[in-house]
């Protein structure tokens, strides 16, 4: 995901807590957020005006809810529960807790190539021993011990 796309991703899920954010979405958001946040502090340095402070304020307060939404997809992305996100209320040592938590590799939660694989599609075509439940008429799946309709076992 580019830097751009990232930004657009973010800014489009700013209250979505469903879901998973990559690295890269994770990342670059955050990096935007510290450039927006170097810009607004340089500016309000300079101009020295309690009306532009009290703008970057709102500006940065506007960046709080879809930096909290990317940071928990991100965690569920890397296989942690949203609810951690609350380490971030416990002073300085929260805040490393859930940067290291972010920085883990995504987790995949099935494994496709098991889905896909020739055996599995083997296996699927070659149910002749009763492909149907003798009680309730559904259909057998390939493994199944159990009818999922009726409780049966086969």
Known sequence: MTFGQAIKTCLSKYATFTGVASRSEFWWFNLFGLCVGIAIGS????????GLAIVGVLIEIGFLLP?????????????????????????????????????????????????????????????????YCSSCGKLRLPGQKFCQGCGSGF
Not at 79 to 102: D, E
Request: hydrophobic share 50%; proline share 5%; aromatic share 10%.
């Open 67 to 131: 930096a909290l939404s990317v940071q928990c997809r991100r965690l569920r992305d890397a296989g942690f529960s949203p609810w951690l996100c609350l380490l971030n209320l416990i002073p300085y040592l929260g805040w490393f807790i859930v940067l290291f938590l972010a920085t883990r590799p995504s987790k995949a939660l099935f494994d496709l190539s098991q889905i896909h694989s020739a055996s599995y599609e083997a296996e699927a075509l070659t149910v002749t021993d009763g492909g």
């Open 43 to 50: 500016i309000d340095l300079v101009a020295k005006s309690p």
